[in-house]
Structures are given as structure tokens and as C-alpha cells.
Nanobody, 120 residues
Framework: QVRLVESGGDSVQAGGSLRLSCAAS??????MGWFRQAPGKEREGVAT???????SYADSVPARITISKDNTKNTLYLQMNSLKPEDTAMYYC????????????????WGQGTQVTAAS
């Protein structure tokens, strides 16, 4: 089992940048990912990074959003630039123990979320 704690969410003006962090309680064997849930919408996958460093993004995610991981710190990141109001959502970190690593897969462990608000 792995415990996940997100941080870095904030309210910013559209056009700004944020970097979300997710600290994991265990080592880097897991597939990890970011998900988000906007008000009134279902939760959707954003991006994942596997234990070998390979990344996958949901088709809808623009290039201004990038996922990365620091294995020395057991920390996952989501860099979001040029934020738009449609990026407003609760962002969740998640981990998956085995199987294909992709935002469309079912994840086993979840953090509590961090709120991102991009005001127009």
C-alpha cells in the first residue's frame, strides 16, 4: 500500500503557472498519475508516469501540461503552464501497482486532492 499527499494547488489568474506535487510514502515501483475532476463533471485521467519513467497523456491534455517524477524524493509532479479557466478542478494523485500504466486505467491508491482554480 502507498500513501499519497498532494500539494501545490492554488487560485491563480488565467495565464499563470502551477506545479502540483504528490509525495508518495513508498518507493518508485508504482505507476503514478494525475487525475482531475471539474465541478459538475466526472473525474478524468490527465497523465501517468510508469516506474521506468515512461509517460502517457490523455488525448485531451494539451502540451502545456507535463508530468514528471523525482524517484530520489518519491515525488510526482504536474507542471501546468498558461492556465485556463477550464483547468479549474480538483487534482488527484493516484498509484497503480501493476499492469498497463495509462490515464484510462483503474488506479488503486488515491490522495485527497488539491484544488486548482484559474480565474479569467
Amino acid at each position: 500500500q502507498v500513501r499519497l499527499v498532494e500539494s501545490g494547488g492554488d487560485s491563480v489568474q488565467a495565464g499563470g503557472s502551477l506545479r502540483l506535487s504528490c509525495a508518495a510514502s513508498r518507493d518508485d515501483r508504482y505507476c503514478m498519475g494525475w487525475f482531475r475532476q471539474a465541478p459538475g463533471k466526472e473525474r478524468e485521467g490527465v497523465a501517468t508516469v510508469d516506474s521506468d519513467g515512461s509517460t502517457s497523456y490523455a488525448d485531451s491534455v494539451p502540451a502545456r501540461i507535463t508530468i514528471s517524477k523525482d524517484n530520489t524524493k518519491n515525488t510526482l509532479y504536474l507542471q501546468m503552464n498558461s492556465l485556463k479557466p477550464e483547468d479549474t478542478a480538483m487534482y488527484y494523485c493516484a498509484a497503480r501497482g501493476s499492469g498497463h500504466c495509462h490515464p484510462g486505467r483503474v488506479f488503486d491508491y488515491w490522495g485527497q486532492g488539491t484544488q486548482v482554480t484559474a480565474a479569467s
